[in-house]
T-cell receptor
Framework: EAGVAQSPRYKIIEKRQSVAFWCNPI?????LYWYQQILGQGPKLLIQ????????DSQLPKDRFSAERLKGVDSTLKIQPAKLEDSAVYLC?????????????FGEGSRLTVL | KNEVEQSPQNLTAQEGEFITINCSYS?????LHWLQQHPGGGIVSLFM???GKKKHGRLIATINIQEKHSSLHITASHPRDSAVYIC??????????FGTGTRLQVFP
């Protein structure tokens, strides 16, 4: 079974530039998450999708971050314009099932450095 | 105070040692996950617990719901076990709350 795919693995940009990350979840997984993990901290939820609908985006800085999941499969996370404090690893995760006991599968992450 | 606390933050060990990582939480949960993160950044799920104890190879995870505490044990540690171990709790709204992780280094 293929895992969660993310790209690019690494990205270096200057502040005020834009960047986009892509995620392809495990086939059949209805729920998809984007997390931001700053160095030395645990992952912080940015947005959760159920199929192509948003379940939770309460911690997404909507003035600069946007995410979409067209057709309920792949997802993109965009940052525009980037700030220095956006330097982090952006993790995509997916799971099957809608509630109860479930296991979460993570991608390798996309490491962003903003200069 | 964080809702999920891990200890220690950093841990070094010699190969072969028995290792324990602790996780305490202050919220009501439906399950607790132990995750492993290697330097490249990817995260692998090790265990999901809602009660009792689980074992997989040299890894053992326990949870005490009454005390709101879980432990991850590694027997006969090996340098390849070097990673960050993260505890995450699933609260009743289905949301995950993550600890800040324990960085483990095992030296040969």
């Amino acid at each position: 079974e293929a895992g969660v795919a993310q790209s690019p693995r690494y990205k270096i940009i200057e502040k005020r530039q834009s960047v986009a990350f892509w995620c392809n979840p495990i086939s059949g997984h209805a729920t998809l998450y984007w997390y931001q993990q700053i160095l030395g901290q645990g992952p912080k939820l940015l947005i959760q999708f159920q199929n192509n609908g948003v379940v939770d985006d309460s911690q997404l800085p909507k003035d600069r971050f946007s995410a979409e999941r067209l057709k309920g499969v792949d997802s993109t996370l965009k940052i525009q314009p980037a700030k220095l404090e956006d330097s982090a690893v952006y993790l995509c995760a997916s799971r099957s099932g809608t509630s109860g006991v479930w296991e979460l599968f993570f991608g390798e992450g996309s490491r962003l450095t903003v200069l | 105070k964080n809702e999920v606390e891990q200890s220690p933050q950093n841990l070094t060990a010699q190969e072969g040692e028995f290792i324990t990582i602790n996780c305490s939480y202050s919220v009501g949960i439906s399950a607790l996950h132990w995750l492993q993160q290697h330097p490249g950044g990817g995260i692998v799920s090790l265990f999901m617990l809602s009660s009792g104890k689980k074992k997989h190879g040299r890894l053992i995870a326990t949870i005490n719901i009454q005390e709101k505490h879980s432990s991850l044990h590694i027997t006969a540690s090996h340098p390849r076990d070097s990673a960050v171990y993260i505890c995450a709790v699933k609260i009743w709204t289905d949301k995950l709350i993550f600890g800040t992780g324990t960085r483990l280094q095992v030296f040969p």
